[in-house]
């Protein structure tokens, strides 16, 4: 049996949405390499593992994205993750992965995201993102969808913000980033947030912005 609403391919303009696939390895581990100062400083880590450089380089290879990619197909398979690849004009530009995806009473799931910095700001990262979670509140059923950032990044920020998502309040020591536990802004939507589809809000407001 397949869960709720995966696998699924989204796509509104030159932004495709669509899961991760096995064969992406090459292209994950290229944009990844290539935006190490972009990505590291963001990046959910252990505690005591450093982000510097040379750790970032080991994290980014073939094999680490084979054992990334079985692991979420198999959170996927059960309905607990969504892991999509970004896609432009056929060129992989970034990951959003939903997870965990929690049941029951609480019907919500966690978004997580990044972009090569040669695709930020040209709101490719709002439309992925407003595209997952409109499938969320339709086809998967969610209720909820939250976001949690450091404070101090100051573009993830700007991202939800121009989606309109509600800040929540500070949670303290929250994730373990660059190998420390650091304080984390906390981020969410409701169905009731945007009964007429955030892809709707985010088209109606990215056109007022141009």
């Not at 004009?89 to 009473?105: D, E, K, M, N």
């Not at 997952?132 to 059923?141: A, M, R």
Request: net charge positive.
């Amino acid at each position: 049996m397949r869960a709720p609403g995966w696998p699924a391919v989204l796509t509104e303009g030159p932004v495709v949405v669509r899961p991760l696939r096995l064969r992406d390895a090459s292209s994950w581990v290229e944009v990844r390499l290539r935006n190490a100062d972009w990505l590291a400083p963001w990046e959910a880590a252990p505690p005591g593992l450093m982000m510097v450089r040379e750790t970032w380089d080991q994290r980014q290879t073939i094999a680490v994205y084979r054992q990334m990619w079985h692991r979420l197909r198999q959170q996927a398979r059960v309905g607990v993750a969504l892991p999509f690849a970004v896609v432009v004009s056929g060129r992989l530009v970034g990951q959003v992965t939903v997870a965990p995806v929690l049941r029951g009473a609480f019907n919500s799931a966690q978004i997580g995201y990044w972009v090569d910095s040669q695709y930020a700001g040209r709101g490719i990262t709002p439309t992925a993102i407003a595209l997952i979670v409109d499938h969320c509140f339709g086809p998967v059923g969610l209720h909820r969808v939250e976001a949690n950032v450091r404070p101090e990044n100051a573009a993830s920020r700007r991202v939800l913000a121009k989606l309109g998502f509600r800040e929540e309040g500070l949670h303290r020591r929250y994730l373990a980033i660059d190998g420390h536990y650091r304080d984390h802004l906390g981020f969410a939507l409701t169905t009731e947030d945007v009964p007429e589809g955030l892809v709707c809000r985010w088209r109606e407001s990215h056109l007022r912005q141009q």
